[in-house]
């Protein structure tokens, strides 16, 4: 009889499954027969491939070895409480509700259907009115995910430098995936992008450090609005002219206290932070001539400045 | 469910009055080849032993829990042909525990076209969730939480809640944020209904408004700015619209078929774009840091470290923008007809400066 090696893995974790003891090598070959080669050497080396096979998929096939008159012999076995995912009751609204979701985010990779399947759900094949795409393609993501929940030290090159950093958590805004964490080489918490790890991450031990107490991964990487503000210059804030149509954005971005006045147009005067220029020019000219700097006039002289300089192409 | 026939994504041009609001006219009339579904086109070689053990371990929980599903329906479900399907559940029907006699087999066969597991003897429960699947599944809940209209304290979250005792601990320190945008849930309303919407646009290429008629087909978010694809009944053509660029929205009353074209491997930005390279100086590298490009190369020019990036641009308006952003450290390499386009941008705005300076 020619048995496939996923034909003899899948008896082989049925019978390390259902026996619920530790057997021996010996007793697996005498229980599958002959399913593994007749010769110790080959039965040995195909059931280590098989085993090695399994633990890649997750199964905790667990190991003794014995002493007294077996010394030396190991036994293997599966506590069912460590394979099987107990039954968590979820009720049918929250299965479709989880359902929907994994239609509707896209994390480029399969992981979630297979939760799904495993939580007795189903992926959906309709189309959905609505999706979200968080970029997930990263060689490391899986790894550097793994670490922060588990706690592991992760070290990796980053702009040219060996970085050793305890990974608190990370964060994923406007298409880019951050990882903030202590970082043993600056000795202070830094930000990190993701996607501009050099090479492979590796990480250490489980649970080698602990997460402050009220970390806040949102807060932990600065937004535009917080560059902008956390600069070393005397002016504060600068009142920017911003036309009626990219009024809105400004407005939801920097909130209603930010507004000096609206005008009849639509347009609308708004008190921004201007404490770093470099930050506070990127935002300025993103919207090209629709958003005019009207005081402090340093400020507009220092605007006007740099059109010049970029208009005659210095 | 058509699961064969692609409905093409008919150039709903002739509006259909909503007569009974829950059932679209459906009128299949493909006339250019539609791709095929994403669980189609996958193309593989053969599979490993333990890709098939991996996945009979996913899937005989699954069918011992409905006890009888379509082999054509389950083999969509799990991404395999039903030639795969039926080779991998007649493997496992002979696997079992020693003496393997049938009670000490698994309990699967297949009959007239379904699939059958009525003893859940074996594999009866699914192996527990890895860690890979415990975050894609809690990011992808947290992220479907945070959609405008979504019910905060409905049943994704009760789900949330179930699953978080199999979070290990740190995974709370895993966020989304997604972006805020008015009219993302008007517009989710009107890809589900079909119903036709007017629209105020403000377009930054011509800086002006415009009003416009759409059928919205997807709404989608990517790289932190929420969009809508849409029919646009004013150039024929399908569009993408920036959300937070819509100023005014207004359903019409009219209805068109709905969209029933499977898109998950859509590439909503492919096509229009080109390609530049561009010299970026230190004081510019946020480029770098920001913007996804195809290849870069660090050189070192007049005592000065550059990088010169490769990068797929959309338009030259974008670029004229960028250009200005970067203030002089950034230059075009090539092509040479965009090497004014900062100049340009930067001359528009003084232009700007330059007038009110005058009247104020």
Not at chain 1, 57 to 63: A, N, R, S
Not at chain 1, 251 to 260: L, Q, S, T
Not at chain 2, 349 to 356: A, F, I, N, P, Q
Request: net charge positive; glycine share 6%; aromatic share 6%.
């Amino acid at each position: 009889m020619k048995i496939s090696q996923a034909e003899r893995m899948l008896n082989l974790l049925a019978l390390l499954v259902d026996r619920n003891r530790p057997l021996t090598l010996r007793a697996v070959r005498q229980e599958l027969g002959k399913q593994y080669p007749n010769s110790d050497e080959a039965a040995r080396a195909a059931f280590e491939r098989d085993k090695a096979a399994l633990r890649e998929m997750g199964i905790p096939i667990e190991t003794k070895t014995l002493g007294g008159d077996s010394a030396g012999e190991v036994t293997y076995w599966v506590n069912r409480s460590n394979y099987e995912l107990s039954d968590l009751k979820l009720s049918d609204d929250e299965r479709v509700a989880l359902q929907l979701a994994v239609a509707t985010v896209r994390l480029g990779a399969q992981h979630g259907e297979e939760a799904l399947w495993k939580l007795g759900g189903e992926k959906v094949l309709r189309p959905t009115a609505v999706s979200v795409n968080i970029g997930f393609v990263d060689q490391n993501m899986s790894s550097i995910t793994t670490a922060v929940m588990q706690r592991r030290t992760l070290n990796f090159d980053y702009k040219g430098e060996k970085r050793q950093v305890d990974p608190y958590g990370m964060l994923s805004r406007s298409g880019f995936w951050y990882l903030i964490g202590f970082d043993h080489l600056r000795k202070d918490q830094r930000v990190f992008r993701v996607d501009r790890i050099e090479g492979k991450v590796t990480a250490g031990q489980m649970r080698s450090f602990k997460t402050p107490v009220g970390f806040d991964v949102a807060a932990a990487v600065p937004t535009e609005k917080q560059m902008m503000a956390a600069g070393e210059g005397e002016l504060t804030t600068a009142t920017v002219l911003v036309d009626a149509p990219l009024a809105a954005g400004v407005r939801n971005e920097f909130g209603d206290a930010a507004i000096i006045r609206e005008r009849a147009d639509g347009s609308i005067e708004f008190a921004i932070p201007c404490a770093n220029m470099s930050a506070f020019r990127l935002w300025l000219f993103a919207m090209v001539e629709s958003a005019e700097v009207l005081a402090p006039a340093s400020v507009r002289r220092q605007v006007i400045q740099w059109l010049e300089e970029l208009a005659v192409g210095k | 469910m058509p699961a064969k026939k692609p409905v093409k994504k008919a150039v709903p041009k002739k509006p259909v009055k909503k007569a009974v609001p829950k059932k679209p006219v459906k009128k299949a009339a493909p006339k250019k080849p539609v791709k095929k579904p994403a669980h189609q086109a996958r193309r593989r070689g053969p599979r490993s032993a333990a890709q098939r053990v991996t996945g009979l371990l996913v899937m005989l929980p699954w069918i011992m829990q409905r006890q009888r599903v379509k082999i054509s329906t389950m083999a969509k479900q799990f991404n395999l042909t039903e030639a795969e399907l039926i080779e991998d559940l007649q493997m496992a029907s002979v696997c079992g525990v020693p003496p393997y006699t049938p009670d000490a087999l698994i309990d699967v066969y297949m009959d007239n076209g379904m699939v059958i597991a009525e003893v859940p003897l074996l594999f009866s429960r699914p192996l527990k969730l890895s860690t890979a699947e415990l975050f894609a599944i809690s990011v992808m809940a947290q992220t479907a939480l945070q959609l405008p209209g979504a019910n905060k304290k409905g049943p994704l979250s009760s789900a949330l809640t179930k699953i978080a005792p199999l979070m290990p601990t740190g995974a709370e320190t895993i966020k989304v944020e997604l972006p805020r945008a008015k009219f993302v849930k008007e517009l989710r309303e009107a890809v589900a209904t079909g119903e036709r919407c007017d629209i105020e646009y403000f377009s930054p290429a011509s800086q002006k408004r415009s009003k416009r008629i759409i059928t919205a087909r997807k709404v989608f978010e990517d790289a932190g700015r929420w969009y809508v694809a849409a029919d646009d009944h004013q150039s024929g053509e399908d569009r993408i619209f920036r959300i937070d660029r819509i100023e005014q929205i207004k359903p019409i009353g009219i209805f068109d078929q709905l969209n029933e074209q499977d898109d998950q491997d859509q590439q909503w930005f492919s096509g229009k774009m080109s390609q530049v390279t561009l010299r970026v100086e230190p004081s510019a590298r946020w480029i770098v840091e920001s913007y996804p490009y195809i290849s870069r190369v660090n050189k070192r020019i007049k005592n000065m470290d550059v990088v010169d990036i490769t990068m797929s641009i959309t338009s030259q308006d974008w670029l004229g923008r960028l250009l200005l952003r970067a203030g002089g450290g950034v230059k075009v390499v090539k092509p040479v007809e965009y090497q004014n386009l900062g100049k340009k941008a930067a001359k528009t705005v003084l232009d700007r400066y330059k007038k009110s300076g005058a009247t104020s």
